[in-house]
């Protein structure tokens, strides 16, 4: 009996360590949280800035604005449903959201929020670097958007670079948009994502 007894409590202490090393197994570094949204980034913004291209070129800036206002969106939302199955096998994510945001944002729903902003002031002062934070149980991943090619200043420049259509058509779609001004190489806004993993 007493051997019985030793034996249970044998194996509750051996599957309690199983237990807790499973749950430390499922915590992932801050690296490689970021090597997973640089991925999520390679896979999300060259095609979206690849259609964009094709639309000002095809149609012209202001029309490119209109098929922006949708298609970035809903891109946006598909890219997501994906991603947020390979976040669960590869990290453990109970969800996952990925979202372009800005402290000059034209979409409202892109707007930063107070810890995003401080960082954004960070980055103005010492140059845009990925980083990773931690809100509640959500771990959220910044990655720097730049003003890289001149095609972005059609519709995101300031008065000698902005087209003049293009601009109508923004502020009737955007009256609160505040995503003009911009010069080359300025910083734009955020790549991000927020993983909320089951591991405690
Ligand atoms: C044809 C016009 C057009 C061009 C060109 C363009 N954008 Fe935008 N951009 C938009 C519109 C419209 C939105 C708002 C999309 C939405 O409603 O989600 C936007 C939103 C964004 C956002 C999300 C944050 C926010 O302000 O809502 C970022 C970041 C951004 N653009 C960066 C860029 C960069 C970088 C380039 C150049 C590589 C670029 N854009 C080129 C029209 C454009």
Same mark, same amino acid.
């Given at each position: 009996m007493t051997s019985l007894k030793r034996f249970f409590s044998l194996f509750v202490i051996f599957s309690f360590s199983v237990f807790l090393l499973h749950c430390k197994s499922k915590k992932h570094t801050d690296a490689e949280y970021l090597n997973f949204a640089s991925k999520v980034m390679q896979d999300t913004m060259p095609k979206m800035m690849q259609k964009v291209q094709e639309q000002v070129k095809a149609k012209g800036y202001a029309e490119a604005v209109s098929f922006c206002s949708t298609f970035a969106p809903e891109f946006g939302k598909n890219k997501n449903v994906e991603w947020t199955e390979k976040a669960r096998e590869e990290l453990g994510a109970k969800t996952f959201r990925l979202a372009r945001i800005s402290m000059?944002? @034209?979409?409202?729903?892109n707007a930063a929020n107070a810890k995003q902003a401080a960082i954004f002031s960070q980055w103005l002062k010492e140059g845009g670097q990925p980083t990773v934070y931690r809100d509640n149980e959500k771990i959220v991943t910044m990655h720097p958007i730049q003003i890289a090619m001149p095609l972005c200043l059609g519709c995101h420049g300031d008065s000698a670079t902005l087209d003049k259509k293009a601009g109508q058509v923004i502020q009737k779609l955007y009256p609160e948009d505040k995503a003009v001004g911009y010069k080359m190489g300025?910083? @734009?806004?955020a790549f991000v994502t927020e993983i909320n993993t089951t591991s405690f």
């Open positions: 000059k944002n @034209r979409n409202p729903k300025e910083l @734009r806004g």
